[in-house]
Structures are given as structure tokens and as C-alpha cells.
């Protein structure tokens, strides 16, 4: 199993009140990809963050293996909420990928 971690801060043009709209559809645009990507087998977006917390939302995901997380990468209908609802918001992007 491959656990898939990102942290996003929002790009600092944003209200408040459009961060928060930000992180909600990423939170409901990649959560919804449950079960329409093979090999994906848990997807939560963390987007209530402690006092401290450097980043914006969080991403947790779990594959089945690397080659699951690579297809996930460059599948459609993921490619469609990074590109609609995430990476046009983001000013950093941190990611970490480990085996479990």
C-alpha cells in the first residue's frame, strides 16, 4: 500500500471567505473520486487546521501500490479537479509518498 500526502496553502489573493470555497471543492471534487479511479483505496481532504498549521487543506490518500498512484496521476477525472478546482488556487504544494 502507498499512502499519498499533499499540502496546499491557497494563493494569498484570496478572501477568507473564497479560501473557504476553495477548500471546499477540493475537498468535494477529490473526495468524489472515490471508486472511479482503479486502485484507489481511501481519499479525505483535511481542510480544518489547527492553530500553528502552515498549509490550507491536506490531502490523505491511500493506494493499492506505486503503479495505482502513477495511473491516479494522469487519469481524467482527476486531471479534471486538479486542473479545475485545485492547482489554479495554490500558491505551494507539497507532496509526500510512502509505503505502508
Do not use: C
Not at 3 to 22: A, F, L, P
Not at 66 to 79: I, M, V
Amino acid at each position: 500500500m502507498v499512502r499519498h500526502v499533499i499540502v496546499w496553502t491557497i494563493k494569498d489573493e484570496y478572501s477568507e471567505e473564497e479560501k473557504e470555497q476553495i477548500k471546499n471543492g477540493v475537498k468535494e471534487g477529490l473526495e468524489g473520486l472515490l471508486g472511479k479511479i482503479p486502485g484507489l483505496v481511501e481519499i479525505r481532504v483535511n481542510t480544518t487546521r489547527l492553530p500553528g498549521s502552515s498549509g490550507d487543506a491536506m490531502l490523505d490518500s491511500l493506494f493499492e501500490d506505486f503503479d495505482a498512484l502513477k495511473a491516479y496521476k494522469d487519469h481524467p477525472a482527476h486531471l479534471e479537479v486538479a486542473n479545475g478546482k485545485v492547482r489554479p488556487f495554490m500558491k505551494i504544494r507539497s507532496s509526500f509518498d510512502f509505503e505502508i
